[in-house]
């Protein structure tokens, strides 16, 4: 048993390790290509947006090949069990395709710090909507992280960080905001969808999940891009006369397609809520090295909004974990 605990726990370090080597190294991309400008001509990359729709066909081919590879491994789906239709994936994908695609706009207005700290949020949409539709109930517990959550963020959104804001495009908190916290609602339907299509389709893996999400992402934003304007043209043209741009492009979606990859591993290996875990202290970090290597820095009371915002998210997780606990040792 202690073997095969220790070989656990290594397995643990190795997929925490790739989903924060991928996703921080992305998150530092993903500023560098929203702040730099590109030689030649100190120009800035255009059509941030359309990034997401070209993350989402390398996570589909990263995916589709896994998937095969798996295939020819033995992996069946088990007898009586529905495959999800791939045209069930479209709803989610329609918001998967608008959202993040503000969210990267958003980094035009806001620094990426107050991107990662709003998106952080997720939970308090969740908790809203699960009252008011949902009609479900929460402890007094969970209500109070939800108002830790949201007086970090205030804390945090009320100092501003003059020398983040130098580097931004067309700095707007305003509009910054608003874009992040659409972008959030559109993520809240769009894991309430995966959750319905998980539970009506008992076969339906994390990864097939990956495989059709982003196809359906990637095959509607290809068709507004090259189909009904010209920006996919000018995004072409752009990356092939800016190389470095290009490259900068390639690794960014290169790592979404990674950390997607090593998130299915943690969610089939060691569940859900230890993902949560890893993903949530991952935010942070990211947080961090934006602030140590891009020259977003922060000030002291935006590092106590961050702590009260983070502490919320770990309290509500200690929460969940122990009323997982007594619904297990309950089974038993």
Known sequence: MSGTGSGRFVGLLLCAAGIYTAYLY?????????????????????????LHGLQSFVCFFAAGLVNLFLSFGGRKAKRGQKS????EYLKPALTNTVGPALGILALKNIPYSSQVLVKSCKLVPVMVMGT???????SLKEYLCVALICVGLVVFSMKKSSAANKKLMEPNLLLGYSLCMVNLAFDGFTNAYQDKINSTYKSTSSLDMMCWMNFWTGSMLCAYMFGFSTVGM?????????????????AFCLCGALGQ?????????????????????????????????LGSTLVGQQWVGI???FAGLLW?????????????????
């Open 234 to 250: 000018e995004l072409v043209s752009f990356l092939v006369s800016h190389p470095k741009s290009l490259l900068d492009v390639l």
């Open 307 to 309: 702590g009260l915002l």
């Open 261 to 293: 990859l090593f998130i299915f591993l943690t969610i089939n290996k060691f569940g859900a809520l230890t993902l949560t875990l890893v993903t949530t202290t991952r935010k942070f970090f990211s947080i961090l090295i934006s602030s140590v290597f």
């Open 84 to 87: 999800t239709p791939l045209l």
């Open 132 to 138: 008011i539709f949902g009609k479900k109930r929460y």
């Open 26 to 50: 992305q998150g530092y991309l993903q500023e560098r290509i929203t702040t730099s400008k590109y030689e030649p001509g100190e120009v800035r990359l255009p059509h941030l947006g359309m």
């Open 316 to 332: 509500n997780m200690q929460i969940k974990n122990s009323k997982h606990s007594k619904v297990r040792s309950k089974a038993k």
